[in-house]
């Protein structure tokens, strides 16, 4: 099954489960790692943390678009 993002894209990381939250801010997909298992998973960086991640596509959803009412 191929990647769900794409290179490029921007993501936000969904709360964990053990209710900690993530940063607010928004990630880059900058590569698609090979699949391990089940686990589609890739390198993420946001412009605010000079670190890289490494997380499972089940972490990410998609930035939701805003949109801007024309006049």
Do not use: N, W
């Not at 191929?2 to 928004?26: E, L, N, T």
């Not at 589609?40 to 998609?62: F, N």
């Amino acid at each position: 099954m191929p990647h769900q993002f794409r290179i490029g894209q921007m993501v936000h990381i969904v709360p964990a489960q053990d209710g900690s939250q993530p940063s607010p801010c928004s990630y880059k997909i900058l590569r698609l790692l090979p699949q391990v298992g089940v686990q589609r998973l890739y390198r993420i960086k946001t412009i605010m943390e000079p670190l890289e991640r490494i997380v499972d596509e089940a972490a990410l959803v998609c930035r939701p678009v805003t949109l801007t009412p024309v006049m």
